[in-house]
């Protein structure tokens, strides 16, 4: 199966997404991720859709791929969502609060307990990817009451 799909994570990304076609692809995107935005904006969040997908009837995609990391932590997460449901990453119980990451300046709200290790979502992202953009099956997941 072809493994394309397309990141938007920085401001830049908003009319000109960033183009994966391999997991070092995924790997240089989180990477961008861990290291602070020049400027004011936080960033530490990417939205990834894969191109195997079908298109909904008004040409937008039928999914959303979320994957965030925050480097002073060492954690992150990655949301899914699609007709059949919006799921967020169950990482262990415990966690503090609710974790906020920052797509080109905009907060996103997750739920408690969603954070996971990086390598984690670093695998998860890229099972995406090579999967045609299924939902990854390495990571437990819970349902998303509120998406983003």
Known sequence: MKARAEAQYRYEHGKQPRLLVSVDDVD????DLLVPAKGLMKENLASIYSLERPLLPFGTP????????????GVGLVAFGDAGGNFVSK???GTKGDP???????PAEFS???????PLARQAAKEFLTSGGLRP????????DVWG
């Open 91 to 93: 990482g262990p119980s």
């Open 28 to 31: 240089s995107v989180i990477d």
């Open 100 to 106: 906020v990451y920052f797509q080109q300046g905009h």
């Open 62 to 73: 039928d999914h959303e791929f979320m994957v965030g990391v925050d480097g002073e932590l």
């Open 112 to 118: 408690k307990n969603s954070e996971i290790s990086i």
């Open 137 to 144: 099956t390495c990571i437990p997941w819970q349902d998303l």
